[in-house]
């Protein structure tokens, strides 16, 4: 059966004026909240959540994974991207998808095997930005999560639903740990975490050296080689994030600034944008087929362009300003027809465009497995935003747990293709092709929202869906989030929430779309709209997870 909503609106929405914290689980957004009641800025209440996160969503995200989290300074006005994705490992290769008679590896396998597992990145990010604009020490940030794997957390119904549905992705080690003695757990009960509860110690003691030099880094590296994996000291020793720029564009007299590659999530958000400002959805209103049809359409344009040319650009040239050109856009319109699904959309040729020259596109097999992460974002009194969407790819991600330290490893490294000779072709050093998008809106220089969510490429669907809703149909953020989402990548096959107007669905089908038997849910968006006249915070989180939001509305010695 398909999973559905829980709302309560009294727990995901939230106002405030001196800071909001909106995330996917209440431990984390709690922990956000008092750091940010006990004089924390924005920076420093982002890295307490991104390890309480690893307490409360193991299956989405950990200190084993990676993540992007933008980074917007009231005082100097600087927007950075603090870039902490997995990287190849130097034994990856290009044909390390492949059997040995050259044919793909079924999914499943490949991506609970040692081999998918990336360099963890988050630490080193989350590190970097606390350095540059945090106020609090890494230990005292940590030391919250640690008491909650000491002390137990109740579970809820999203892991233990995650559980049903993935618990087959878990190897012997996280099996051991989720279905102890073949127990299963219910709603509620305590679980405590020892072992990760030891990890965050020695990081307080360590610092991240501890991850990627020592004691962690050796057991990380023992477990994947007895596994079967090539990961090294040296290649954890030599891991670095980077800082870049966000990719920027505007939408409807709105700036926007999103995450730029090796993520494909800003770019593709511009460019649907972009497709999108041409017609007056408003006029077709929210529930109308005309939307869903203009939706997916774009999504189709978007996603054979992003599947094509999107890869690490420190690898790759990749044709940025050929897919923002006004010329390519008008000539990607036209495949728009209002008559029925256009069979002849592909990816097209920005590079006529700019100067450079491409690798050649190679179809990749489809799969059928959804990948799933945690967006979170948080304000603070002085005006700084933290948003960051960080993941172990798949839920439980490699299903890898790191025997006596109590932390899963991600799979990101199979978001690589795996038929090489593209530009997102495997490769030492090389951080594969992701879609995540933390987002900051502005208007006239000043930031009015901030957004993500989890979902793979669905990231993509629903962040440009729930500024869709804000701009164009004039609803209130929390409105905006629970509107019925609609996906589609360049296949047939749509994806659709619950909700969606059955006349809608209707006309579409006899416009030879193809919907899914079942709806499902699509995303998870968290976000915090700004009230620049009054002052006021307004935070929500989708109801599709426990998501909770907390605003301040009060500090001692602030009026």
Request: proline share 6%.
């Amino acid at each position: 059966m398909p999973r559905t909503k829980r709302c309560c609106i009294e727990r995901e929405t939230a106002k405030g004026k001196y800071g909001m914290v909106a995330t996917a689980h209440p431990l984390a957004t709690e922990i956000g909240a008092k750091i940010l009641e006990e004089g924390g800025n924005a920076i420093d209440a982002a890295v307490a959540i991104q390890f309480a996160l690893n307490v409360g969503e193991p299956m989405m995200t950990g200190i084993g994974g990676s993540g992007f989290m933008m980074v917007y300074h009231k005082d100097s006005g600087d927007i950075k991207i603090f870039d902490g994705h997995s990287e190849a490992p130097a034994g990856a290769h290009p044909d390390m998808f492949l059997d040995e008679n050259g044919e793909v590896i079924p999914f499943r396998e490949r991506s609970t095997h040692a081999t998918a597992v990336g360099i963890p990145g988050i630490l080193k990010a989350m590190d970097a930005a606390l350095k540059e604009y945090g106020s609090k020490p890494l230990a005292d940030l940590i030391e919250p999560a640690a008491q909650a794997c000491e002390e137990g957390i109740p579970l809820n119904w999203v892991i233990l639903n995650s559980l049903d549905d993935f618990g087959y992705r878990l190897g012997d080690e996280a099996r051991n740990f989720f279905f102890a003695e073949g127990d299963k757990f219910e709603e509620g009960q305590l679980l405590k975490k020892p072992h990760l509860a030891k990890t965050f110690r020695i990081l307080q003691k360590e610092g991240v050296d501890a991850f990627y030099e020592g004691e962690i880094a050796e057991a990380i590296v023992n477990t994947l080689q007895g596994l079967g994996g090539f990961m090294t000291m040296d290649d954890l020793k030599n891991y670095r994030h980077t800082v870049d720029e966000p990719i920027r564009g505007t939408y409807k007299g709105y700036e926007i600034a999103s995450a730029s590659p090796p993520t494909a999530g800003g770019q593709s958000l511009l460019y649907i944008l972009k497709l999108l400002e041409n017609f007056d959805l408003a006029s077709y209103g929210p529930k109308s087929w005309e939307k869903y049809y203009l939706f997916v359409e774009i999504m189709r344009l978007a996603f054979s362009d992003k599947i094509a040319y999107i890869a690490d650009p420190k690898f790759n040239d990749i044709p940025l300003k050929g897919l923002g050109d006004e010329r390519y856009l008008a000539e990607r319109l036209k495949y728009i027809n209002f008559e029925f699904r256009n069979p002849d959309i592909d990816f097209g040729n920005p590079w006529k465009y700019q100067e450079g020259k491409g690798r050649p596109v190679i179809r990749q097999p489809k799969e059928s497995e959804r990948s799933e992460t945690t967006h979170f974002t948080v304000t603070d009194r002085w005006g700084n935003i933290a948003a960051c969407t960080s993941t172990v790819e798949h839920p439980f991600g490699s299903g890898i747990m790191v025997p006596g330290y109590g932390f899963l490893l991600n799979n990101e490294l199979t978001d690589f293709d795996a038929v090489p000779g593209g530009v997102n072709e495997p490769e030492p050093g090389k951080r594969p092709v992701s879609c995540k998008c933390p987002t900051v809106l502005f208007k006239d220089g000043k930031p009015v929202l901030t957004l993500g969510s989890p979902g793979g490429p669905t990231i993509i669907a629903s962040v440009f869906q729930t500024i869709v809703n804000i701009v164009d149909f004039g609803m209130d953020l929390k409105d905006a989030i629970e509107e019925p989402r609609i996906f589609s990548t360049p296949g047939m096959l749509l994806s659709w929430e619950q909700g969606i107007d059955p006349l809608a669905k209707g006309k579409l089908e006899s416009m030879n779309f193809e919907f899914g038997d079942d709806p499902h849910i699509i995303g998870n968006v968290q976000a915090i709209q700004f009230n620049q006249e009054t002052g006021e915070m307004y935070g929500a989180a989708d109801s599709s997870r426990e998501g909770t939001a907390i605003g301040i509305d009060f500090l001692p010695g602030v009026e």
